[in-house]
């Protein structure tokens, strides 16, 4: 008998719709974190230090701070990313055996090329007394060590404990800082903040060996697949950077300052920032924790009756219902944060009189909070994106925000003193437009995309 | 490029998941097909599953003068889908419901109208992923199957339409006649292939096709095997079976109705073609023949040995060799010095092997049987009287032919072509009686009692083997049927070109066929 065998079998059983999305989500609810511990620092810094700034040690402190969130921050990020989804493929496959190596792994691969650009920053160019420059590449390290423990923590989803470790850490710091402000030198400075630093940092790592308790063997051999990574790491990058790029543009304001150490900030942009980042932390916090049980139910049960065999109707039906999920909670959050923006806009006179913070940064502050709640909304609306494996478009959407605030930035530095940080309103507004378009785009056709542009066994990647 | 009007190649075979990469009793047939018609020239369509690996099983005679490799659901990227596209869906979705429920030739004409002049640019981006197909997908799924499982229909959709759209986008071999070799995706290219070219297309047909498909697809349980907890759907998958099925038959009925002549090799198939929609005036017989010479001139050996009855074929569960252990146990009874080989490999299915070696220990039978494995069949046929055939399937097999060449009788099942080379075609005529017994399926009494009949009857036994031999010679001789072959080919290579698809407005679908 002439005639082709079935090949069926291969076809019914490529049922992959679901497992490769988790990972992806993840990394990018995770990518949160890190920046929401950063506000918290940053600003904690500058409210205490704004009391003491004629200070021209304490102002060095802060700058090094920032600096060293900063680049530790985006040069950081593409490694965090990457082992990211590394620990959640393995998590979703249970074999977690080798995350205690991974740890270290990635801590020694930061460190070792992160000291290559630290060591001639601190020991080269600029110029402090010998404590300092070590407690600098000390408290650099510590700021890393936290980006890289958080990614195992949150991969835990216990937020409780690496709340907690962060709190008591935190804390620890600014009292550090706040006691030391006055008194210490730039050195004592740091070593107080370290020391918070340094409490987070082990309290988190010995939660992870607590958790993870397998033996660290060699060799490191991870199947890496650089195809399938690359954007991941690509977009951890420029995603911090783009966070960080209008403060640098506007370090080469014509008003900022160059301290004797050789470092230049424009430190009314960046308290400006830092405290107007303040105000979106209640909306991090509620769609970290709210969008985690409703929309990700939701989001579950979608993906779940399609492989349980669903009719087309029944998938229509799961699928309204992430989309109401969607719609209410975005609903909710901009309710919520644009309430919080609007006060925090008109009050803020009187926050900065009760902060007792400079009045030349109100105008910087309140483009900012407006700034920030556009951000913020973008930034929810890539996350969700990238929860139904759009990667890409998640990219590109980071790569809008990353031209778009510097090229505004940049702009709104020609424009002179009154449009500072307009820029960075303007971006984040053109971005979250572009942000929903696209969202409405892919998730309004969400069962074609799930089947046809990000089913692994149609493309045949 | 070869002259589209006026082609060189005289055949165009078209071959589905056979010679020359796979071997077995129809690559055997092509093989010799093509050796015995050395002064045509022949270019073969190769149609295989995607991800076989291709390795050619047989030297290509010298008149195979091309080959063109088609991949079921093998499609390329092709072009991005853009507004110009649109269309081609409206105008596809009616014609491909129908080749999905009931279709026919006038169907796929329509697809083939509706793909356009420029499906070779098109491929998977165009057909299968864009949202035109998308939502195509969804009209068709609400028609008929919106009580099914969304994600078991959206793959038995993709292999369909995948496995239609890789018989009609690659580039058509000009040739003066297309003759496929089995209906099915084969069946779908010869009915283009004449549709386009408006050049005649033949079928010969072995097994018959859409029936192969019905069993393999009836006993896949694996094809839907996900658990569900969604209702209806055991219902629902079976509906998606008789969609693999109809789609089938629908495939057969196209190339049934756009091909000229559809030849099968023994009478029984017909009936399943006719009612697959094969017009009957088309049907034709021409069964496999074999080098009657070569076997006629067998030397029988004389009287002076015990009688003797072999099995000629390998040692598998379809042959049914069990039943024909059993019957050996009954023949010993009736005559105790009878021998019985089995002659064939035994190495294809090990587990089936050993269980029939149980079997003859069970029995008592070491005596009586013997497996001689692979063995030269000319050296044998001298010492055996009768043969026997227990299949539960078989299409034509020609050891029935072989041994009558030689005057040997055979007792076989009634399956395939057995009855009729027995017992003769319908047509017969004049009848030259019967050249042993059919019996029934898994009946070792009867297969034993028809051995023992022709072991005892001297009178019966002479009749059957005269007989058996007499129509070989006149029905079953491969050098005749070699020329029919040619002249079928002669007359349908000199046919005018009938008007091609595209060419002319008013393309009447039924004047394709070659009056011949």
Same mark, same amino acid.
């Given at each position: 008998?002439?005639?082709?065998?079935?090949?069926?079998?291969?076809?019914?059983?490529?049922?992959?719709?679901?497992?490769?999305?988790?990972?992806?989500?993840?990394?990018?609810?995770?990518?949160?974190?890190?920046?929401?511990?950063?506000?918290?620092?940053?600003?904690?810094?500058?409210?205490?230090?704004?009391?003491?700034?004629?200070?021209?040690?304490?102002?060095?402190?802060?700058?090094?701070?920032?600096?060293?969130?900063?680049?530790?921050?985006?040069?950081?990020?593409?490694?965090v990313?990457?082992?990211?989804?590394?620990?959640?493929?393995?998590?979703?496959?249970? *074999?977690?055996?080798?995350?205690?190596?991974?740890?270290?792994?990635s801590?020694?691969?930061?460190?070792?090329?992160?000291?290559?650009?630290?060591?001639?920053?601190?020991?080269?160019?600029?110029?402090?007394d010998?404590?300092?420059?070590?407690?600098?590449?000390?408290?650099?390290?510590?700021?890393?060590?936290?980006?890289?423990?958080?990614?195992?923590?949150?991969?835990?989803?216990?937020?409780?404990?690496?709340s907690?470790?962060?709190?008591?850490?935190?804390?620890?710091?600014?009292?550090?800082?706040?006691?030391?402000?006055?008194?210490?030198n730039?050195?004592?400075?740091?070593?107080g903040?370290?020391?918070?630093?340094?409490?987070?940092?082990?309290?988190?790592?010995?939660?992870?060996?607590?958790?993870?308790?397998?033996?660290?063997?060699?060799?490191?051999?991870?199947?890496?697949?650089?195809?399938?990574?690359?954007?991941?790491?690509?977009?951890?990058?420029?995603?911090?950077?783009?966070?960080?790029?209008?403060?640098?543009?506007m370090?080469?304001?014509?008003?900022?300052?160059?301290?004797?150490?050789?470092?230049?900030?424009?430190?009314?942009?960046?308290?400006?920032?830092?405290?107007a980042?303040?105000?979106?932390?209640?909306?991090?916090?509620?769609?970290?924790?709210?969008?985690?049980?409703?929309?990700?139910?939701?989001?579950?049960?979608?993906?779940?009756?399609?492989?349980?065999?669903?009719?087309?109707?029944?998938?229509?039906?799961?699928?309204?219902?992430?989309?109401?999920?969607?719609?209410?909670?975005?609903?909710?959050?901009?309710?919520?944060?644009?309430?919080?923006?609007?006060?925090?806009?008109?009050?803020?006179?009187?926050?900065?009189?009760?902060?007792?913070?400079?009045?030349?940064?109100?105008?910087?502050?309140?483009?900012?909070?407006?700034?920030?709640?556009?951000?913020?909304?973008?930034?929810?609306?890539?996350?969700?994106?990238?929860?139904?494996?759009?990667?890409?478009?998640?990219?590109?959407?980071?790569?809008?925000?990353?031209?778009?605030?510097?090229?505004?930035?940049?702009?709104?530095? *020609?424009?002179?003193?009154?449009?500072?940080?307009?820029?960075?309103?303007?971006?984040?507004?053109?971005?979250?437009?572009?942000?929903?378009?696209?969202?409405?785009?892919?998730?309004?056709?969400?069962?074609?995309?799930?089947?046809?542009?990000?089913?692994?066994?149609?493309?045949?990647? | 490029?070869?002259?589209?009007?006026?082609?060189?190649?005289?055949?165009?075979?078209?071959?589905?998941?056979?010679?020359?990469?796979?071997?077995?009793?129809?690559?055997?047939?092509?093989?010799?097909?093509?050796?015995?018609?050395?002064?045509?020239?022949?270019?073969?369509?190769?149609?295989?599953?995607?991800?076989?690996?291709?390795?050619?099983?047989?030297?290509?005679?010298?008149?195979?003068?091309?080959?063109?490799?088609?991949?079921?659901?093998?499609?390329?990227?092709?072009?991005?889908?853009?507004?110009?596209?649109?269309?081609?869906?409206?105008?596809?979705?009616?014609?491909?419901?129908?080749?999905?429920?009931?279709?026919?030739?006038?169907d796929?004409?329509?697809?083939?109208?509706?793909?356009?002049?420029?499906?070779?640019?098109?491929?998977?981006?165009?057909?299968?992923?864009?949202?035109?197909?998308?939502?195509?997908?969804?009209?068709?799924?609400h028609?008929?199957?919106?009580?099914?499982?969304?994600?078991?229909?959206?793959?038995?959709?993709?292999?369909?339409?995948?496995?239609?759209?890789?018989?009609?986008?690659?580039?058509?071999?000009?040739?003066?006649?297309?003759?496929?070799?089995?209906?099915?995706?084969?069946?779908?290219f010869?009915?283009r292939?004449?549709?386009?070219?408006?050049?005649p297309?033949?079928?010969?047909?072995?097994?018959?096709?859409?029936?192969?498909?019905?069993?393999?697809?009836?006993?896949?349980?694996w094809?839907?095997?996900?658990?569900?907890?969604?209702?209806?759907?055991?219902?629902?998958?079976?509906?998606?079976?008789?969609?693999?099925?109809r789609?089938?038959?629908?495939?057969?009925?196209?190339?049934?109705?756009?091909?000229?002549?559809?030849?099968?090799?023994?009478?029984?198939?017909?009936?399943?073609?006719?009612?697959?929609?094969?017009?009957?005036?088309?049907?034709?017989?021409?069964?496999?023949?074999?080098?009657?010479?070569?076997?006629?001139?067998?030397?029988?050996?004389?009287a002076?040995?015990?009688?003797?009855?072999?099995?000629?074929?390998?040692?598998?569960?379809?042959?049914?060799?069990?039943t024909?252990?059993?019957?050996?146990?009954?023949?010993?009874?009736?005559?105790?010095?009878?021998?019985?080989?089995?002659?064939?490999?035994?190495?294809?299915?090990?587990?089936?092997?050993?269980?029939?070696?149980?079997?003859?220990?069970?029995?008592?039978?070491?005596?009586?049987?013997?497996?001689?494995?692979?063995?030269?069949?000319?050296?044998?046929?001298?010492?055996?009287?009768?043969?026997?055939?227990?299949?539960i399937?078989?299409?034509?097999?020609?050891?029935?032919?072989?041994?009558?060449?030689?005057?040997?009788p055979?007792?076989?099942?009634?399956?395939?072509?057995?009855?009729?080379?027995?017992?003769?075609?319908?047509?017969?005529?004049?009848?030259?009686?019967?050249?042993?017994?059919?019996?029934?399926?898994?009946?070792?009494?009867?297969?034993?009692?028809?051995?023992?009949?022709?072991?005892?009857?001297?009178?019966?036994?002479?009749?059957?083997?005269?007989?058996?031999?007499?129509?070989?010679?006149?029905?079953?001789?491969?050098?005749?049927?070699?020329?029919?072959?040619?002249?079928?080919?002669?007359?349908?290579?000199r046919?005018?070109?009938?008007?091609a698809?595209?060419?002319?407005?008013?393309?009447?679908?039924?004047?394709?066929?070659?009056?011949?």
């Amino acid at each position: 008998m002439a005639g082709i065998g079935f090949e069926l079998r291969k076809l019914t059983r490529r049922d992959d719709l679901l497992g490769v999305l988790q990972g992806t989500a993840h990394s990018a609810l995770a990518s949160t974190g890190p920046w929401l511990f950063t506000i918290v620092a940053l600003a904690g810094i500058v409210l205490i230090g704004s009391n003491f700034v004629s200070r021209e040690e304490s102002f060095t402190f802060q700058l090094i701070v920032i600096y060293n969130f900063a680049f530790s921050l985006v040069m950081s990020a593409p490694v965090v990313l990457l082992i990211t989804r590394l620990l959640a493929d393995s998590i979703y496959v249970k *074999q977690v055996e080798r995350a205690p190596a991974l740890f270290l792994f990635s801590l020694i691969v930061l460190f070792a090329s992160q000291l290559l650009l630290v060591a001639p920053f601190y020991l080269l160019y600029v110029d402090l007394d010998a404590g300092a420059r070590l407690a600098a590449m000390a408290n650099f390290f510590l700021v890393t060590g936290v980006w890289v423990a958080s990614v195992f923590l949150t991969a835990l989803k216990d937020y409780r404990s690496v709340s907690a470790s962060f709190a008591v850490g935190v804390t620890a710091s600014l009292i550090g800082c706040a006691f030391l402000a006055s008194r210490a030198n730039v050195t004592g400075m740091l070593l107080g903040f370290n020391i918070g630093l340094a409490i987070i940092v082990f309290a988190l790592a010995a939660r992870i060996f607590a958790e993870y308790p397998y033996p660290v063997t060699g060799p490191l051999r991870w199947r890496m697949n650089a195809g399938r990574y690359w954007e991941l790491a690509l977009g951890g990058f420029i995603y911090n950077l783009a966070i960080w790029i209008d403060k640098w543009v506007m370090w080469l304001a014509p008003e900022r300052k160059v301290l004797p150490s050789g470092m230049v900030s424009y430190p009314d942009y960046d308290s400006g920032m830092f405290l107007a980042y303040l105000s979106i932390v209640p909306a991090m916090a509620v769609f970290v924790f709210g969008v985690e049980t409703d929309f990700f139910e939701k989001y579950l049960r979608f993906y779940r009756e399609i492989q349980r065999h669903a009719s087309y109707e029944a998938i229509r039906k799961y699928h309204g219902a992430i989309i109401r999920s969607l719609l209410r909670s975005m609903r909710n959050l901009s309710v919520l944060q644009g309430s919080i923006c609007m006060v925090t806009i008109l009050l803020a006179p009187m926050i900065f009189d009760l902060l007792g913070l400079s009045f030349t940064q109100i105008g910087i502050f309140r483009f900012g909070v407006l700034g920030a709640l556009f951000h913020v909304l973008f930034l929810f609306t890539t996350i969700i994106l990238s929860y139904f494996d759009l990667r890409r478009a998640a990219l590109l959407l980071q790569l809008v925000f990353l031209s778009t605030n510097a090229l505004f930035t940049w702009w709104s530095l *020609q424009m002179g003193f009154a449009w500072y940080g307009y820029g960075y309103l303007l971006a984040a507004v053109v971005t979250f437009a572009v942000a929903l378009l696209a969202a409405v785009h892919f998730i309004g056709r969400l069962p074609y995309q799930t089947f046809v542009r990000t089913n692994l066994s149609v493309q045949g990647r | 490029m070869t002259d589209r009007m006026n082609p060189t190649t005289d055949v165009c075979l078209i071959l589905e998941g056979t010679y020359p990469h796979v071997s077995g009793g129809v690559s055997t047939w092509t093989h010799d097909l093509i050796r015995a018609q050395a002064d045509l020239s022949f270019h073969l369509v190769t149609i295989s599953p995607l991800h076989a690996e291709l390795r050619e099983q047989y030297q290509i005679p010298p008149n195979v003068t091309g080959m063109t490799r088609v991949r079921v659901q093998g499609l390329p990227q092709g072009a991005r889908c853009t507004k110009k596209h649109l269309g081609i869906f409206h105008r596809l979705e009616g014609p491909l419901s129908r080749m999905l429920s009931r279709g026919g030739m006038q169907d796929l004409a329509a697809i083939i109208e509706a793909l356009g002049p420029a499906r070779g640019q098109m491929g998977s981006r165009v057909l299968l992923n864009s949202i035109p197909a998308w939502n195509m997908l969804l009209d068709m799924y609400h028609s008929a199957y919106r009580q099914s499982s969304f994600l078991d229909y959206f793959w038995t959709w993709r292999a369909l339409l995948g496995g239609l759209y890789s018989m009609l986008l690659p580039e058509l071999p000009p040739a003066r006649v297309y003759h496929a070799v089995s209906t099915g995706y084969a069946g779908v290219f010869a009915a283009r292939a004449a549709l386009e070219s408006g050049r005649p297309a033949l079928l010969t047909e072995h097994g018959i096709y859409t029936n192969e498909r019905r069993i393999e697809i009836s006993m896949a349980d694996w094809l839907y095997e996900l658990p569900s907890r969604h209702l209806a759907v055991d219902g629902s998958r079976q509906n998606l079976k008789d969609l693999w099925i109809r789609t089938f038959v629908g495939y057969s009925r196209a190339c049934y109705e756009a091909c000229s002549r559809i030849i099968t090799l023994y009478e029984g198939n017909q009936a399943f073609q006719l009612e697959d929609g094969a017009p009957s005036e088309k049907l034709q017989v021409i069964p496999n023949g074999i080098d009657f010479e070569r076997f006629s001139k067998i030397c029988r050996e004389g009287a002076r040995r015990s009688p003797s009855v072999a099995l000629i074929g390998r040692v598998v569960p379809i042959k049914d060799v069990k039943t024909f252990i059993r019957a050996c146990s009954i023949l010993r009874e009736m005559i105790p010095d009878v021998t019985a080989w089995i002659l064939g490999p035994t190495d294809e299915d090990e587990d089936y092997f050993r269980e029939c070696r149980i079997l003859v220990q069970h029995l008592s039978l070491e005596k009586t049987v013997e497996f001689a494995g692979r063995v030269r069949l000319d050296e044998y046929l001298g010492r055996v009287d009768a043969i026997a055939l227990t299949s539960i399937s078989e299409a034509q097999p020609l050891v029935i032919l072989e041994a009558g060449a030689a005057g040997i009788p055979a007792v076989a099942t009634d399956v395939g072509a057995c009855r009729e080379m027995i017992h003769g075609r319908r047509s017969e005529s004049p009848r030259l009686g019967e050249g042993g017994v059919v019996t029934e399926l898994s009946n070792p009494t009867a297969t034993a009692t028809g051995l023992a009949r022709l072991l005892g009857d001297r009178a019966f036994y002479e009749k059957c083997s005269r007989a058996i031999r007499e129509r070989t010679r006149r029905y079953y001789n491969k050098h005749d049927l070699d020329r029919t072959y040619r002249e079928i080919y002669e007359s349908h290579r000199r046919c005018p070109t009938a008007p091609a698809m595209g060419t002319d407005k008013t393309w009447p679908g039924s004047a394709l066929n070659c009056a011949s």
